[in-house]
């Protein structure tokens, strides 16, 4: 079964660089979240689509933004880099009006030095 | 404030140990709780459930809701090595945004 694709896997980008973050859902799945995980935290939510828009927003820096686009997919962008937003992001995808479950992607681990 | 509560934070058993992980909540617009089970990479679903007293069972895994005292348990029987991971409880909110409420998770070791 098809599953969430995260793109990169693996990102090592430098203080103040500018990181772009891309998600692929399951297909027909219309909602996708977008996630940061620390080390030995729980997932942190950070903004979430339904239909490309915004249906909520949580612990999202400004310096990030994102978008869903016409296809679905979703992009995280993340400017002005700090070391502190070295983590795991995950993206997850839901079917609206189906199921609260949502699935998750592999994740990037994004390292910023 | 939602808050999701798991515990133990942390346990470790032998292979062949029963287990049994708790997540307790205090949600309003309660919709739906899940368990994830995350190893070193993404979470997966485990079980969602919406409804008090019906037992969930995959396997040696099983879970339960008590939605009047607002609890659900997760049972693994028989642990394997394979069993060790991260297990998080989260809560569907039953909002327009469908949000997931999570709780810190559950590190469960099993030794050989």
């Known amino acids: 079964a098809a599953g969430v694709i995260q793109s990169p896997r693996h990102l090592i980008k430098e203080k103040r660089e500018t990181a772009t973050l891309k998600c692929y859902p399951i297909?027909?799945?219309?909602?996708v979240y977008w996630y940061q995980q620390g080390p030995g935290q729980d997932p942190q939510f950070l903004i979430s689509?339904?239909?490309?828009?915004?249906?909520d927003k949580g612990s999202i820096p400004d310096r990030f933004s994102a978008q869903q686009f016409s296809d679905y997919h979703s992009e995280l962008n993340m400017s002005s880099l700090e070391l502190g937003d070295s983590a795991l992001y995950f993206c997850?995808?839901?079917?609206?009006?189906?199921?609260?479950?949502?699935?998750f992607g592999p994740g990037t681990r994004l390292t910023v030095l | 404030e939602d808050k999701v509560v798991q515990s133990p934070l942390s346990l470790v058993v032998h292979e062949g140990d029963t287990v049994t992980l708790n997540c307790s909540y205090e949600?309003?617009?309660?919709?739906?709780l899940l368990w994830y089970k995350q190893e070193k990479k993404a979470p997966t679903f485990l079980f969602m459930l919406?409804?008090s007293g019906i037992e969930k069972k995959s396997g040696r895994l099983s879970s339960i809701l008590d939605k009047k005292e607002l609890f659900s348990i997760l049972n693994i029987t028989a642990t394997q090595t394979g069993d060790s991971a991260v297990y998080l409880c989260?809560?569907?909110?039953?909002?327009?945004?469908?949000?997931?409420?999570w709780g810190l998770g559950t590190s469960l070791a099993v030794n050989p």
């Open positions: 989260a809560v569907g909110w039953a909002g327009n945004n469908r949000k997931l409420i």
């Open positions: 949600v309003t617009n309660f919709r739906s």
């Open positions: 919406t409804s």
């Open positions: 297909p027909r799945h219309d909602t």
């Open positions: 689509f339904y239909e490309k828009m915004q249906s």
């Open positions: 997850a995808s839901r079917q609206d009006i189906v199921t609260d479950t949502q699935y």
